[in-house]
């Protein structure tokens, strides 16, 4: 068994090689800016996601206290209320309702 004696390769082939070698360099740094730039803006973009599920846990808390402030402002009985005591209102007798036929 002898050892591979090595060939030379012409001087085009030899600059052909170079050639592809720098277009494939430029190509993985060109990927590797890319990859860089996708991955900034996954975590720009999952940290805008944690501010607004931050801000609807508050938004939904302020309308779970607004649907409760609403229910006790508009109940019957509170509304009523206001209607005697603040506007002087009371419910007719029954000789003052009238019943209109359709």
């Keep these: 068994m002898t050892a591979a004696t090595p060939v030379a390769l012409p001087a085009e082939a030899g600059r052909r090689l170079v050639g592809v070698n720098l ?52 109940s019957h009985h509170r509304v009523e209320k206001v209607a005697q005591e603040e506007l002087g209102m009371q419910a007719p007798a029954l000789e003052q309702l009238k019943v209109l036929p359709r």
Excluded: N
């Design 23 to 74: 277009v494939l360099l430029v190509l993985v740094i060109l990927s590797t800016f890319g990859v860089i730039h996708v991955t900034h803006d996954c975590r720009a973009m999952y940290a805008r996601l944690q501010v607004l599920e931050s801000s609807q846990w508050y938004l939904q808390e302020d309308y779970g206290r607004l649907l409760l402030e609403h229910s006790t402002w508009a």
